[in-house]
């Protein structure tokens, strides 16, 4: 079984991933890592941290000389900031004093998570709540997607919506969809594209935050990964799992799932049909590529809605922790939209999850093991 595990706080020594279960003999390609951490940090609505960073993976284990071991692969992303922070997040001695929180942020972790683990300081609950995190599931989701790569299945991200910025027409057309990649709001609509840089221009100035909505397309995908057998092994359960796990996301949706609810069955579910040459088809895809929780061979299409951002510039009230007075919430270094990033995490983390089902269905010890089972499958 595929497992991915991170570890590391956001202004700490850096981020940790460990990916267990990966088969041998894969190719990696650092670059192509590389260029998936540059993805992540861009986008239009970002904070300063961004221009900061610039995302580096090191690789500690599990490949040799570009191929994977079959054994744990390990890998660090050096946080560049943490020169700066050293003194107050060194893991034996750091001034605690300087940078205490104490005054959480509504629709942070900030609250519930200092009462949990019983800590009068929110910096020790943001450090790791904080979306930094995902840089590490990006680097794990990218070596996932090189495996992904040699089987022909490939995944794009595209933003619907930024606040009320919306696109009216639906775009499932896979090219189309990897022309976002040239926007700094990764949607292809270059007037829609306009009215969403405006409404987080709008909001940065107000001292306000967006969320939103993307969409990630899969394709090129098996019939099968997935089971309706065992209420945890359904593809769609698993995905919306681990979607749901990206920070700020609140809703998730297969195909049209929430329009199909309105509509009588006639008008939704995607008819069968044969020809000799294509074989078994269909001519359309509301169920957004699965059925009884299993790939059903056309693309996947997920949609998720990311919440607006919790730290505002103009803050929202809250209480200080020590004294239990009113206050103003925290103003941690923030992004004022970051839809377009989490665009790319979903797409990351939705390949991790179709890169473990892959592995359970053609599994095996190297990739070669697996491309004979692969082989196999497609045959039949
Ligand atoms: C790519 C990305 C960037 C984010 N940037 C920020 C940020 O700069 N400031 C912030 O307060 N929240 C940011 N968030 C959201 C918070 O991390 C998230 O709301 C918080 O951890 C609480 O978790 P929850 O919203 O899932 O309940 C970001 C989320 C993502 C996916």
Redesign the pocket.
């Known amino acids: 079984m595929l497992r991915i595990l991170t570890a590391g706080e956001s202004h700490g020594k850096g981020l940790v991933g460990i990916i267990e279960g990966f088969p041998s003999n894969v190719r990696v390609d650092i670059n192509e890592i590389h260029q998936d951490l540059a993805r992540?940090q861009k986008?239009y609505g970002?904070?300063g941290?961004m221009k900061i960073e610039q995302d580096q993976v090191e690789i500690l284990s599990g490949v040799r000389n570009g191929k994977t071991l079959g054994s744990p692969i390990a890998f660090l992303i050096k946080n560049k900031d943490y020169e700066n922070w050293e003194s107050y997040m060194d893991p034996m001695e750091a001034d605690i004093e300087t940078k205490k929180v104490t005054n959480p942020?509504p629709?942070?972790?900030d609250l519930t998570g200092a009462r949990k683990y019983g800590f009068d300081d929110v910096r020790n609950v943001?450090e790791r709540?904080?979306?930094?995190?995902?840089a590490a599931r990006v680097a794990a989701g990218s070596i996932v997607k090189q495996l992904l790569k040699v089987f022909g299945i490939e995944a794009a991200a595209h933003v619907t919506a930024i606040g009320k910025a919306a696109l009216e027409e639906e775009i499932w057309d896979f090219e189309k969809i990897k022309e976002a990649e040239d926007s700094p709001v990764r949607c292809v609509d270059p007037i829609v594209a306009q009215q969403m840089i405006q409404r987080i221009d709008d909001a940065k100035e107000t001292g306000d935050?967006l969320g939103g909505i993307f969409e990630i397309h899969i394709k090129g995908l098996p019939v099968g990964l997935g089971s309706y057998v065992q209420w945890d092994r359904k593809i769609d359960a698993k995905l919306a799992y681990a979607l749901?796990?990206?920070?700020?996301?609140?809703g998730i949706e297969f195909g049209f799932g929430f329009k199909n609810a309105q509509k009588p069955g006639s008008q939704v579910h995607d008819e069968i049909f044969y020809e000799r040459e294509r074989g078994i088809y269909r001519s359309t895809n509301q169920a957004g590529g699965i059925e009884g929780g299993m790939t059903n061979g056309e693309p996947i299409v997920i949609r998720c809605a990311?919440?607006p951002?919790?730290?505002?510039c103009k803050p929202l009230r809250t209480i200080d922790l020590h004294t239990g007075e009113p206050a103003d919430a925290s103003v941690?270094?923030?992004?004022?939209c970051?839809?377009p990033?989490?665009a790319?995490?979903?797409e990351m983390v939705a390949l991790t999850v179709i890169g473990e089902e892959f592995i359970r269905k053609f599994g095996g010890d190297s990739l070669e093991e697996m491309m004979q089972r692969w082989k196999a499958c497609k045959s039949t």
């Open positions: 992540r986008g970002r904070g941290r942020r629709g942070h972790a943001l709540s904080s979306a930094r995190e995902t935050s749901m796990s990206i920070q700020a996301i609140k990311m919440k951002i919790p730290t505002l941690e270094r923030s992004d004022t970051a839809v990033a989490a790319v995490v979903g």
